[in-house]
């Protein structure tokens, strides 16, 4: 579904994605680790068509960078982040937040819906718990139950690869771990066929999470199946601090190692 072949991307004769190679796959998820400023969100933006490479070669949903539609490849891709949560209008009601989904518009009074328009969204914000939110004004809804609602507009699409940016950012311990259930259930249902989720912390990750990306400026550092990259040693080169690293069923955490 992705496939990143020596990608390189430079910004005013800087290298924000050295020579990346990447292949993801359909059933397969994966988390996007690194510091601030390793090209985490960049490299998010170049699968999202938003951003093109320098140098190498980029295939996103059978579409080749360079040769093929990418309009249209966009119209395939679900973006959850902060950005898009902010450019939705407050003044919708969630109900009409999600139909905006069904032609990718930003606000619901650039579309006709129909009725059946109308019973979709509501069935697809029950499927991430939060039909009981359709007809309450998108401004006031919470920070997490926002994020909900934006991968319900993204279940009307009917998209299969998502792409989490930091999703959890902000967000508090129940209203993460909502979040966090409702894109595992969304995995585990085949809803999301694919993934890629931005993450700060360990603590953030679903459990549905089957590989992991460690990027440092830049470069990718390690990269597979999820329990053989985030571990102690590789943790600790990506950050440059000894890092004790724990998983416990599908959830992990990290923490300073200490005398």
């Known amino acids: 579904m992705i ?8 910004r005013s004769g800087r290298v924000i994605l050295d020579l990346v190679t ?18 985490k969100s960049t490299l998010i933006s170049v699968i999202a068509g938003e951003f093109y490479p320098s140098t190498g070669r980029v295939n996103v949903l059978g579409t080749e960078f360079g040769a093929g539609n990418i309009k249209k490849m966009r119209e395939e891709i679900a973006t959850v982040s902060q950005r898009l949560l902010e450019s939705l209008p407050a003044t919708a009601t969630a109900a009409e937040v999600v139909l905006t989904g069904k032609h990718n ?11 059946v328009d109308r019973e979709t969204a ?22 997490g139950e926002r994020q909900r609602i934006l991968i319900a507009r993204s279940i009307l699409m ?13 967000l508090d311990f129940q209203a993460r771990e909502q979040l966090m259930s409702t894109i595992d259930r969304l995995i585990k249902t085949k809803s999301i066929l694919a993934s890629i989720y931005v993450a700060h912390y360990l603590e953030e990750l679903p459990t549905a999470i089957t590989h992991a990306v460690l990027l440092k400026n830049g470069k990718i550092e390690a990269n597979g199946p999820v329990r053989d990259v985030l571990t102690g040693e590789n943790l600790t080169n990506l950050y440059d601090m000894p890092i004790v690293v724990v998983e416990n069923n599908g959830r992990w955490s990290a923490h300073l190692e200490r005398d």
């Open 105 to 115: 518009v930003l606000a619901p009074w650039w579309d006709d819906f129909s009725n």
């Open 22 to 39: 990447l292949k993801v796959n359909a059933n397969e998820h994966y988390a996007l680790l690194g510091p601030n400023g390793a090209g």
């Open 122 to 143: 509501l069935e697809a914000l029950d499927r991430v718990g939060c039909k009981y939110l359709a007809d309450k004004l998108f401004g006031y809804c919470s920070q």
């Open 3 to 10: 496939t990143f072949e020596d990608v390189m991307l430079t």
């Open 158 to 170: 009917n998209h299969q690869l998502f792409l989490f940016d930091e999703p959890a950012v902000g």
